[in-house]
């Protein structure tokens, strides 16, 4: 790699830096805006920055800074972004008049494979285990790098919903975990089929699920729009009760392939 690993890099308000540790482990700052040529300093919001194996990416609204051993190496215009990604060392753009593009050799292009209807944009993209690219929707669909549509979570006989998903992460266990805006919180295998459904007065406080993060121990913490969550997805138990629409007191249990009987 060309980059130092022990420097922080940070996206802010019209600024881009980074800091480093000293012999001490004490942090100092260091702008890289104040060296951009003039007609590139003026923006608004570093929303995002990613680290590739020889460059950083610092992405705003309407530039995506490149920068090559903290030298800029290149400025790329964009029309208006909504949201940014980097997986497999690729750097991805979501744009309200091009849609979905990825970068390659200075240039974004735009992916025609995705077709994506008019109401959807990606809101997450995740590699499966044969480490092509899923580019998961904010309609539950799944479309996969390697071609064609991999899974779509709403169409199920057994899920028939409309969904908003609002994040998507990939598990340690090769699980995939999907918030919502109104349904809660999803666990899906890579088909697609779904594992578990928390969502309020079933296992989670609230239906809306803003964004998640898996910590060391396999557990998922999640934040809602009225506090935050832990799901202990670490542990090889499950409680039951009436969040499951189980009332009463439980004696006994027996379990055979498909079901488990109370």
């Known amino acids: 790699s060309n980059t130092d ?56 609204f309407s530039k995506i800074f490149v920068y090559y051993q903290n030298q800029l190496a290149d400025v790329i215009s964009i029309p208006e972004s909504l949201d940014f990604f980097f997986i497999n060392n690729r750097l991805y753009a979501q744009t ?44 539950g669909r799944a479309i996969s790098s390697s071609g064609g549509l991999k899974f779509d979570i709403g169409s199920q006989d057994n899920f028939k919903i409309t969904l908003n998903i609002t994040k998507a992460v990939r598990l340690s266990t090769g699980n995939i975990a999907i918030g919502t805006e109104q349904h809660g919180l999803i666990i899906i295998d890579e088909e697609g089929n779904i594992i578990s459904h ?11 699920i803003v964004t998640m993060l898996e910590d060391l121990d396999g557990n998922l913490w ?40 109370l």
């Open 5 to 60: 690993e022990s420097l922080i890099y940070v996206a802010a308000q019209s600024e881009i830096c980074f800091f480093k540790p000293d012999e001490l482990a004490k942090l100092s700052y260091h702008s890289l805006s104040k060296d951009l040529p003039e007609e590139h300093r003026n923006f608004d919001e570093v929303w995002k920055v990613f680290k590739g194996s020889n460059e950083v990416y610092f992405c705003t």
């Open 96 to 139: 309200i008049a091009e849609g979905f593009q990825i970068l390659f050799n200075g240039d974004l292009n735009e992916i025609s494979s995705l077709q994506l209807n008019r109401t959807e944009t990606v809101i997450a993209t995740i590699k499966d285990s044969e480490n092509a690219v899923l580019f998961i929707t904010n309609k």
């Open 198 to 208: 928390l969502t309020k007065n079933r296992g989670i406080d609230s239906k809306t």
């Open 222 to 261: 999640v934040a809602r729009n009225n506090g935050i969550s832990v799901v202990e997805l670490g542990i090889p138990f499950s409680y039951i009760d009436e969040d499951f629409n189980l009332p009463g007191s439980g004696y006994d249990a027996y379990s055979d392939s498909k079901n488990l009987y």
